[in-house]
C-alpha cells in the first residue's frame, strides 16, 4: 500500500488553514468537486434537515432510528467537539483517521476550479465521497448555514425537515424573519415531502408558500402530528445522577433520566415513548424525527436494498423500520455538548447554548432544575446546610447576541467564569463581564484558557453543586476534551 503523500495532522493544518476564504454562499463549487468524485452524493439516498436549532438532535435521532432497523447510515453535521472526524459517522462511529486522510485528498485533487473551495464546502464533499465508498445506504445530512445555498443542497433527499426559525447569521442569510426563513426553505425540493416544527408567522407562510410552489407535500408539527408529555422528569441532582454512565463508555448517555410522551402522527400513534436526552424542547425535536420516520414506512415497500455491508447484528438485518426500531432508536440516541450530563459530584453539565434561542432553553432548564433541587433539599434536611451553588463557564462568540443570551443564561448563577475559547470569533470574557455587570450580583472572574477555567470549577466547587459550561459549541468541545483527558472518569462517585 501506498504511503499518503499527507499525514492526518497535516491534512487537518491545511483543511483549518481553509477559513482564510471564509463563507461562500454558492453551489457551483461544491457541484464541480463532486462531480469530478463521480457524483457520490447521487449514490445515496438523504434526509436534508435545515433549521436554527435542534437539526442535530433530530438527524441523530433519524439516525439512530435507521440503524436500529438494520440500515447502514452515514450522519454528517458541524461543527465537532472535539475530535474532527466526529462530524462524519457511520452506524454511530466516527470515521477512522485514514478515511479522512483518503477522503481529503480525493477532494483535493478534484478541487480544480476557478475558486478554491471553502473549509465546509471540502467537508461537505468528503461526507458524500466517504458515505459512498462505505456503501452507505442513508445519510442524514444537516446544514451549516441556511440552507438555499448551503454546500449541502445540492442532493435531491427523500425528506425535509426544517426545524425553527429564528433570527441567526443575519450578514449571510438576511436581516428579518422572512429573509431567514426563505434561506432555509431553499432545500425544500419539487415534490419532496417536508417537515416543520416552525409554528409562527411569518415564518410558517414561507415555509409553506415553498412547499405549495414545489408541490411539495407539507407537514407541521401541532396539525399533522403533535407530542403530550406523560413524563418530563423535573431536573434533579439528587435523582438524575444516579446512574450517571462512565466517561470511558463509548456509548454513553447524555442523562441517566427518561422523558415519556405519546406521539400521535400523521397515520401512526405510538404510546409511551421513551427518550434519555434531557429538555423539554427534545421531544419536538423527536416528534419531527417520528414524523419522518412514518413517510419512510410508507416508502419503504416501494424501495429496494442490497445486501448491508457493514452492519453486523443479525438482529439488524430484517432491514425495516418497525415501531420496535423506533423505540429502540430513540432512546439509545445521544448527543453531546447539548445538555450533557459529564461528571457528577460536582455535577457537570456542557451544553453548546450558542445562539439566543438555545441560550433561553437552557436558561429555562437551569432554573427548573435549581428550582426543584432547593425544593427537594429543604424538604428532606434535618439540620441547616448550604445551599448548592450554580457555577457558570460562559464563553460567546462574536457574531452572537450576547447581552440577550446572558439575561437568559445568568439569572441562575451564584458565580460565573467568563472564558474565551480558541477561535478568532470568540468575544473577550472582559466585554461579558462587563455587560454581566450590569445585571448580575453573582460572584464573577476571568479565566481565558477554557481548560484552565473548567480544572478552577472542579477544585473549588462543593460536591454538591452544579457547573454549567454554555455559550458556544466551541467552548463545549475544549471544556469536553479538557475532561475527557484529565477528569476521565466521574469525581466521587460513592
Known amino acids: 500500500?501506498?504511503?499518503?503523500?499527507?499525514?492526518?495532522?497535516?491534512?487537518?493544518?491545511?483543511?483549518?488553514?481553509?477559513?482564510?476564504?471564509?463563507?461562500?454562499?454558492?453551489?457551483?463549487?461544491?457541484?464541480?468537486?463532486?462531480?469530478?468524485?463521480?457524483?457520490?452524493?447521487?449514490?445515496?439516498?438523504?434526509?436534508?434537515?435545515?433549521?436554527?436549532?435542534?437539526?442535530?438532535?433530530?438527524?441523530?435521532?433519524?439516525?439512530?432510528?435507521?440503524?436500529?432497523?438494520?440500515?447502514?447510515?452515514?450522519?454528517?453535521?458541524?461543527?465537532?467537539?472535539?475530535?474532527?472526524?466526529?462530524?462524519?459517522?457511520?452506524?454511530?462511529?466516527?470515521?477512522s483517521d485514514d478515511d479522512v486522510v483518503e477522503s481529503y485528498l480525493a477532494v483535493k485533487t478534484a478541487d480544480i476550479g476557478e475558486r478554491k473551495a471553502t473549509f465546509f464546502e471540502i467537508t461537505t464533499a468528503m461526507a458524500f465521497y466517504i458515505f459512498a465508498k462505505k456503501n452507505v445506504e442513508w445519510a442524514v445530512i444537516e446544514t451549516g448555514m441556511g440552507g438555499r445555498l448551503d454546500a449541502t443542497n445540492i442532493i435531491n433527499p427523500?425528506?425535509?425537515?426544517?426545524?425553527?426559525?429564528?433570527?441567526?447569521?443575519?450578514?449571510?442569510?438576511?436581516?428579518?424573519?422572512?429573509?431567514?426563513?426563505?434561506?432555509?426553505?431553499?432545500?425544500i425540493?419539487?415534490?419532496?415531502?417536508?417537515?416543520?416544527?416552525?409554528?409562527?408567522?411569518?415564518?410558517?407562510?414561507?415555509?409553506?408558500?415553498?412547499a405549495k410552489t414545489n408541490s411539495a407535500p407539507f407537514y407541521r408539527l401541532g396539525r399533522d402530528f403533535s407530542v403530550t408529555l406523560t413524563n418530563l422528569p423535573l431536573p434533579d441532582t439528587n435523582t438524575q445522577l444516579s446512574d450517571l454512565p462512565d466517561l470511558s463508555c463509548s456509548d454513553s448517555k447524555s442523562a441517566p433520566n427518561i422523558s415519556r410522551f405519546n406521539y400521535k402522527g400523521i397515520n401512526a400513534n405510538w404510546e409511551n415513548l421513551k427518550?434519555?436526552?434531557?429538555?423539554?424542547?427534545?421531544?419536538?425535536?423527536?416528534?419531527?424525527?417520528?414524523?419522518?420516520?412514518?413517510?419512510?414506512?410508507?416508502?419503504?415497500?416501494?424501495?429496494?436494498?442490497?445486501?448491508?455491508?457493514?452492519?453486523?447484528?443479525?438482529?439488524l438485518q430484517s432491514r425495516k423500520i418497525t415501531e420496535g426500531s423506533i423505540r429502540k432508536g430513540l432512546l439509545t440516541t445521544s448527543w453531546p455538548g447539548r445538555l450533557e450530563y459529564i461528571l457528577k459530584n460536582p455535577t457537570v453539565i456542557i451544553d453548546g447554548a450558542?445562539?439566543?434561542?438555545?441560550?433561553?432553553?437552557?436558561?429555562?432548564?437551569?432554573?427548573?432544575?435549581?428550582?426543584?433541587s432547593s425544593q427537594s433539599t429543604k424538604s428532606h434536611q434535618q439540620e441547616k446546610v448550604?445551599?448548592?451553588?450554580?457555577?457558570?463557564?460562559?464563553?460567546?462568540?462574536?457574531?452572537?447576541?450576547?447581552?440577550?443570551?446572558?439575561?437568559?443564561?445568568?439569572?441562575?448563577?451564584?458565580?460565573?467564569?467568563?472564558?474565551?475559547?480558541?477561535?478568532?470569533?470568540?468575544?473577550?470574557?472582559?466585554?461579558?463581564?462587563?455587560?454581566?455587570?450590569?445585571?448580575?450580583?453573582?460572584?464573577m472572574e476571568i479565566i481565558r484558557d477554557v481548560g484552565s477555567a473548567v480544572a478552577h470549577a472542579l477544585k473549588t466547587a462543593d460536591t454538591s453543586d452544579t457547573i454549567c459550561i454554555a455559550g458556544s459549541l466551541y467552548v463545549a468541545g475544549e471544556a469536553r476534551d479538557k475532561i475527557d483527558k484529565d477528569f476521565r472518569h466521574?469525581?466521587?462517585?460513592?
Request: with cysteine.
Open 275 to 315: 427518550l434519555t436526552l434531557p429538555g423539554l424542547h427534545q421531544v419536538d425535536n423527536a416528534s419531527l424525527a417520528l414524523a419522518a420516520c412514518e413517510l419512510l414506512i410508507k416508502k419503504q415497500k416501494s424501495i429496494r436494498y442490497p445486501e448491508s455491508n457493514t452492519s453486523s447484528d443479525s438482529l
Open 158 to 187: 427523500e425528506i425535509a425537515i426544517i426545524s425553527n426559525i429564528s433570527i441567526e447569521h443575519t450578514e449571510y442569510l438576511g436581516d428579518t424573519i422572512e429573509k431567514i426563513a426563505a434561506e432555509k426553505a431553499g432545500i
Open 1 to 95: 500500500m501506498n504511503k499518503s503523500p499527507l499525514s492526518y495532522k497535516e491534512c487537518l493544518t491545511e483543511m483549518f488553514a481553509l477559513g482564510r476564504f471564509g463563507i461562500k454562499l454558492e453551489l457551483d463549487t461544491v457541484k464541480a468537486i463532486l462531480k469530478k468524485l463521480g457524483s457520490p452524493e447521487e449514490k445515496i439516498k438523504t434526509i436534508h434537515i435545515a433549521g436554527t436549532n435542534g437539526k442535530g438532535s433530530i438527524a441523530s435521532y433519524i439516525s439512530s432510528i435507521l440503524i436500529h432497523s438494520g440500515f447502514d447510515t452515514g450522519l454528517y453535521t458541524s461543527p465537532h467537539l472535539v475530535k474532527f472526524n466526529e462530524r462524519f459517522t457511520i452506524n454511530k462511529t466516527m470515521i
Open 354 to 372: 450558542h445562539n439566543l434561542q438555545a441560550a433561553e432553553n437552557l436558561g429555562h432548564y437551569l432554573k427548573t432544575k435549581k428550582l426543584n
Open 386 to 443: 448550604a445551599e448548592p451553588k450554580y457555577i457558570m463557564i460562559l464563553g460567546i462568540l462574536d457574531d452572537k447576541p450576547y447581552k440577550a443570551m446572558l439575561k437568559h443564561l445568568l439569572p441562575v448563577a451564584d458565580s460565573v467564569i467568563f472564558t474565551k475559547a480558541q477561535i478568532n470569533r470568540s468575544l473577550e470574557p472582559e466585554t461579558l463581564k462587563e455587560f454581566a455587570k450590569t445585571i448580575s450580583n453573582a460572584h
Open 490 to 494: 466521574p469525581l466521587n462517585t460513592s
Open 189 to 210: 425540493k419539487p415534490a419532496v415531502p417536508v417537515i416543520t416544527g416552525v409554528s409562527e408567522e411569518p415564518a410558517l407562510s414561507v415555509i409553506r408558500n415553498s
